[in-house]
T-cell receptor, first 113, second 112 residues
Framework: RKEVEQDPGPFNVPEGATVAFNCTYSNSASQSFFWYRQDCRKEPKLLMSVYSSGNEDGRFTAQLNRASQYISLLIRDSKLSDSATYLCVVNMFRERSQGNLIFGKGTKLSVKP | DADVTQTPRNRITKTGKRIMLECSQTKGHDRMYWYRQDPGLGLRLIYYSFDVKDINKGEISDGYSVSRQAQAKFSLSLESAIPNQTALYFC???????????FGDGTRLSIL
């Protein structure tokens, strides 16, 4: 099982649609979870942290399911500007790594007019 | 001003040349990282450092070396560049505990 696995997409949705991404992770000891957004040829930027109880930031909702080891990102009322690649990020504990963050390969979202 | 600054932003060079990519940060973070990104492969960790005296290899360190000159500076060197090192390179920093990472703008490196 890959350490962090995402559906690469692309997800092609119309403006106003609701879209959900899932991500699975392999290490049950992971404690930190994030979603990043990356625009084409730009640096990844933190979108939101993911908390155990789930959290919301405007149109974005993140949830964590520890039992099944997956996190999700829900985007409501999609905008053209939401078009980007969304990276699932989880910390992993390996020798000397101090819980380095592991980045998924990303899910590409394209929002169409 | 950016918190994590990479220089140069773009570089085109020839096979066999020595190249240094620089990263500086004003965030006061101890942890610093170098990644490369290739289409379809995601971010791959090259080297990371937890403080000035602590340097660790990542998953793809062959052909690269690093230097942590100060808490705020972490440079990546390609001693003898080869074409398959053509990629987008990112520096990142991270604070203590379970904090997220913060990335620089990236360096686009092309080796002919």
């Amino acid at each position: 099982r890959k350490e962090v696995e995402q559906d690469p997409g692309p997800f092609n949705v119309p403006e106003g649609a609701t879209v959900a991404f899932n991500c699975t992770y392999s290490n049950s000891a992971s404690q930190s979870f994030f979603w990043y957004r990356q625009d084409c040829r730009k640096e990844p930027k933190l979108l939101m942290s993911v908390y155990s109880s789930g959290n919301e930031d405007g149109r974005f909702t993140a949830q964590l399911n520890r039992a099944s080891q997956y996190i999700s990102l829900l985007i409501r009322d999609s905008k053209l500007s939401d078009s980007a690649t969304y990276l699932c990020v989880v910390n992993m504990f390996r020798e000397r790594s101090q819980g380095n963050l592991i980045f998924g390969k990303g899910t590409k979202l394209s929002v169409k007019p | 001003d950016a918190d994590v600054t990479q220089t140069p932003r773009n570089r085109i060079t020839k096979t066999g040349k020595r190249i240094m990519l620089e990263c500086s940060q004003t965030k006061g973070h101890d942890r610093m990282y170098w990644y490369r990104q290739d289409p379809g492969l995601g971010l791959r960790l090259i080297y990371y450092s937890f403080d000035v005296k602590d340097i660790n290899k990542g998953e793809i360190s062959d052909g690269y070396s690093v230097s942590r000159q100060a808490q705020a500076k972490f440079s990546l060197s390609l001693e003898s560049a080869i074409p398959n090192q053509t990629a987008l390179y990112f520096c990142a920093t991270r604070g203590t505990g379970n904090q997220p990472q913060h990335f620089g703008d990236g360096t686009r490196l092309s080796i002919l």
